[in-house]
């Protein structure tokens, strides 16, 4: 029987996808050992939103070989499909496949066995058409759900669209079984994923269906305690979405929302389709139906044009909103983007001193958050793995919790206190009383 190990680089996306791409070796009688273990073949699942994606996907190619020199390598993902001819001429590569080949992996590849140079199967990105099912399954505590692909966007730092083709869907039934599955393997938490998940309900260009729909649907599902919506953009996050989850019983107060900028003239140069006013409306509107809701923030810093007055703008924007944690990234070129040959870049050490301070007022909102979050009784879904006898849970606004290690509490949702912060900044919890828990579940 031979050996498969996967590393997978990104977003909750990717994971989903290597989980269906190790469930066609599974198929095919390849046994899949950890990422570390000696192996005889690995597929490295690859991002490159930014430079240094496409920096650690070399990395982890080079530390694949230095655990096992005579296995096969293949490559998949983002970075694949933008530079195949680059990644074929990394030392060590055996096998390069696109967008559309990933998970046709067996029709190209059979024997595994290396030859005197690599092999590159990439079409270009208009044979994506296809939406190709996936979900993660590894401690089943918490899977991602892939429910979206592609973007019809058109942000002018981007490469998803290169990368992944246009958006596209399965229909609603088609991700209601897939939940109804994973519920059957004992999982608890769901969380959907996808490029553009707002935009879900397309099926060749044609809206069928909407995000609305699916979440309805959703709710319904036997067996799933919770499900969580991964990033989701502003002017897609309509006010029926913000009341439904907030009316739902199983769709957990937390979102994710792409900003980029506060600044209205940032947005329009990185052709957002939204202002910053409506931003601010989406976040007032959640808070002031669900006030304990958390909410994180993607930020890009150093955007070309972007001046001091700007970014201070952005700063000052973010400052004032009621939100949980930021996401921040620094701008960085990529290559058939419309921002690269945009005027006035900014110098890269001000776009790192400007993520800097971003970094830190994000810690102050989470720390924020966390103490408003002193006190209250929380769900909280503990996780399996263990870390120096503690194990960690999150709550269903996100707090992440720190507590001696019970194998009985692994993939439980139990009732506790938050009570305090360890030295990490995580949030201590305490038992309940008996009559406590009674009194909580009424």
Known sequence: MKKVAFYTLGCKLNYAETSSISRLFESKGFEKVAFGHPTDVYVINTCSVTEQADKKARKVVKEALKISPQAYVVVVGCYAQLKPKEISEIPGVDAVLGAAEKFRIFDFLTDFEKKSSSEVFASDIETANKFVEGYSIADRTRTFLK?????????????????????????????????????????????????????????????????????????????????????????????????????????????????QSGNNKTLAGMRRRYKRELYAERVETIKNLMPDCCIGVDVITGFPGETEADFLETYNFINDLNISYLHVFTYSERPNTAAIDMPNPVPVAERQQRNSMLQILSEKKRRHFYESQLGSVQDVLFEAAEDAGKMHGFSKNYVKTVTKFDPLRVNEVVKVRLAGFDEAGLMLVEELEASEVLHHQA
Not at 178 to 207: C, M, S, W, Y
Not at 227 to 249: G, K, W, Y
């Open 147 to 259: 429910v979206q692909d592609g973007c019809d966007y058109s942000c002018t730092f981007c490469t998803i669209p290169l990368s992944r083709g246009k958006s596209r869907s399965p229909y609603v039934a088609d991700v209601v079984r897939q939940a109804e599955e994973i519920a059957i393997k004992g999982v608890k938490e769901i969380v959907l994923t996808g490029v553009n998940i707002g935009d879900f309900g397309l099926h060749n260009g044609v809206r069928e269906e909407r995000f609305i729909d699916l979440i309805t649907a959703l709710d319904q599902v036997e067996g799933i305690d919770r499900f969580r919506i991964s990033s989701i953009e502003p002017n897609l996050l309509s006010n029926d979405i913000i009341a439904f989850v907030a009316a739902s019983q199983k769709f957990v107060p937390h979102f994710h929302i792409p900003l």
